[in-house]
């Protein structure tokens, strides 16, 4: 079912049982009119309602907000870096301080995306060039491994002509 509102500027669609037979108040949200909205089969003279009854066009309430009050806090009764804090919270035993300072003091090494990242292609170069070397003893030990051991230095040199391809390019 469409509605139209009264000011003529928008239509609403609605299920059709939405509407009961009694009728019911709809608001535009376009214009902010209310009315009374019949089923369409239920509509005649009577049910009109005029534009002067329907409410004016009301403007958005804006809320005014109280202003905000600062609340004091409480000084903390104990230390959160305290030994008996830190050991009754979360299970940390401060016994000997000076360990701990040691402790603090080294830094862990890690090697870092990039230098993962070249170890890995150390690694891999490595192992095909070990393959490279000793291809012609896996064949005569494992000869089933001469045509994935071709096809394996067939895409390295194919890789590579394609990366020097692309270096000469540019």
Not at 18 to 24: D, F, L
Not at 51 to 77: A, L
């Amino acid at each position: 079912m469409i509605i139209t509102c009264n000011c003529g500027e928008k239509k609403f669609s609605l299920p059709d049982n939405s509407i009961p037979v009694a009728g019911r108040m709809v608001q535009c949200g376009f214009c902010g009119i209310k009315w009374k909205q019949f089923p369409p089969q239920n509509l005649n003279n009577e049910t009109i309602i005029d534009k002067k009854i329907s409410s004016p066009v009301k403007k958005p309430v804006t809320k005014i907000s109280k202003p905000k009050t600062k609340k004091v806090k409480k000084p903390r009764e104990i230390n959160l870096y305290s030994p008996e804090y830190l050991q009754k919270k979360h299970g940390i035993s401060l016994n000997n301080v000076e360990t701990n300072k040691k402790l603090v003091g080294v830094k862990k090494v890690s090697f870092g995306f990039y230098s993962s990242l070249l170890l890995f292609l150390i690694v891999i170069i490595s192992i095909s060039r070990g393959l490279y070397f000793f291809q012609d003893f896996i064949i005569q030990a494992f000869p089933v491994t001469e045509f994935y051991l071709n096809y394996f230095f067939e895409s390295m040199r194919n890789m590579f002509e394609i990366f020097k391809n692309l270096i000469s390019n540019y």
